[in-house]
Each structure stands twice: as C-alpha cells, then as structure tokens.
C-alpha cells in the first residue's frame, strides 16, 4: 500500500511540476517504465533532485547615480557664476556661483570615491539636496524680482530639476552598490 502512496505522489509530482516543484524541498522517488518492458521482477528507484528556488532581496536604490548629474550640475552652476561675473562685473554673482557650484562639484566628487569604494554615499546626496534647494529659492526669489528669464529662470528650472532628481534618489534607497570587479585572467606584476 505504501509502494503505491508514493508512486502517487511521484505521478502528481511529474505530471504538475509548477506547483509541486517549487514546495518540496526533497528528491522524488519515481519508478521508471522501462524495466517494466523488460520484464525485470523488481523495480528500479530513481531520485530526482529537486532544485530549491531561493528568492534574495535586494537593497533598494535609485537606478542612476547621483553624480551623474551632480558633477555636471555643479559645473553648470560654477560657470553660470563665473559668467555672471565676466557680464556684469557683480562681485556677488562670482561668489554664489563658485560657493554653490564649487560645493556641488566638490560633494558630487566625494559622492563618487566614497561610492567606489563600496561605502555609502547617503550624506553627500543629502547635503548636494540641500544646495540644490539653496540655489533653487536663490534664483527663483531672483526671478521673482526681476523677470529675468535667462539667467535666474533658466537656473531655477534646473536646479528644481535637480532637486526633484536628489529627492528621488533620497527616496528610492541611495545610489545603487558598484558592480563587482571580475578577475583578470592576465597575471599582475
């Protein structure tokens, strides 16, 4: 009777494989139909090995970088206050653009040795938000004033572009971790 149980099984098991596939954790004895063609008396027992799905979760991160945008970000900065100076001899205009600029560029950097290494890069993301929010209500309170749409409604577009971009990476985990370097096949010396 019990020959006859885990024949069953077996059957249900290799007749619906999606179901018990997955739950079961131990190999299947199963008969095979062959021996029976020859007339052998006893049966031969076949173990399948049953593969277990093993499901890792997965840190959650922003699906680019945050340098990526940062560096070029903070160069747009810096030269939109370099530009500034050179157009309007404005003292102010070259100390803004080179502190916040120079600040974006300076934490982008850093943002992205940190993240080499394997470390995470979570403050520098928060403190280039920060700048970013800075430079934001600066142009914008600037564009509000003046109506000047080159200079200051042009960096208040983008730089609440890039503020929506820093609090999607924020809210989505952080950068994402740095693929694994494959060993070289060719000898270092």
């Known amino acids: 009777m019990s020959a006859k149980i885990s024949q069953l099984a077996c059957f249900s098991s290799t007749t619906n494989r999606q179901f018990h596939f997955k739950t079961r954790s131990f190999p299947c004895p199963r008969f095979r139909p062959e021996n029976a063609l020859f007339g052998n008396s006893y049966k031969e027992i076949v173990t399948e090995p049953v593969e277990e799905h093993v499901v890792t979760q997965t840190k959650r991160a922003?699906?680019?970088?945050?340098?990526?945008?940062?560096?070029?970000?903070?160069?747009?900065?810096?030269?939109?206050?370099?530009?500034?100076?050179?157009?309007?001899?404005n003292p102010s205009s070259l100390s803004t653009g080179v502190l916040y600029g120079g600040g974006l560029l300076a934490l982008s950097t850093l943002s992205m040795k940190i993240w080499r290494q394997?470390?995470?890069?979570?403050?520098?993301?928060?403190?280039?938000a920060v700048l970013s929010a800075v430079v934001f209500w600066k142009n914008f309170t600037a564009y509000s004033m003046t109506k000047k749409l080159f200079s200051a409604g042009l960096f208040s577009v983008v730089s609440a572009a890039m503020l929506c971009f820093y609090s999607y990476v924020v809210l989505s985990g952080g950068n994402p971790p740095p693929k694994k370097l494959k060993p070289s096949a060719s000898p270092s010396y």
């Open 62 to 89: 922003a699906k680019i970088h945050d340098f990526c945008f940062g560096i070029p970000y903070g160069g747009l900065v810096m030269y939109g206050g370099l530009l500034g100076f050179a157009f309007s001899r």
């Open 118 to 128: 394997g470390k995470s890069s979570f403050p520098y993301i928060l403190d280039q």
